[in-house]
């Protein structure tokens, strides 16, 4: 896909633009005044919302494999999420993760 010079930068600074206008209205508009409870409570969700869908293209569609699903993956995530879960530590279930990854792929190819 080929776009125009002109095209490419129009579209560069318009996300550019938005990105630091949707900043701003936090940090500029109300970045000195209390928020509301209610929106704490949500925001207090964000990073739990943003890490999983960081992560989930990776193990459903890797690109190790030209994107179809891989075992070893998905036998992976599945052990990390049950290690972070009944544990409670991140630290923990990124290592048992990272194991049986690299076990996984050495059984499983």
Do not use: E, K, Q
């Not at 000195?32 to 990776?58: C, D, Q």
């Not at 995530?77 to 993760?97: D, E, K, P, Q, S």
Request: a positive charge; one cysteine or more; hydrophobic letters at 55%.
């Amino acid at each position: 896909m080929s776009f125009s010079p002109t095209t490419l930068w129009i579209v560069i600074l318009s996300v550019g633009l938005g990105s630091y206008l949707m900043r701003f209205v936090f940090l500029g508009l109300i970045g000195n005044r209390p928020l509301p409870p209610w929106l704490l409570r949500h925001l207090r969700y964000t990073g739990v919302a943003v890490l999983p869908a960081l992560i989930a293209p990776l193990i459903l569609w890797p690109p190790a494999t030209g994107g179809t699903p891989d075992p070893a993956r998905m036998l992976a995530a599945c052990i990390t999420l049950a290690v972070g879960y009944f544990t409670r530590n991140v630290l923990l279930a990124i290592l048992a993760g990272g194991v049986s990854l690299y076990v996984g792929l050495g059984v499983l190819g």
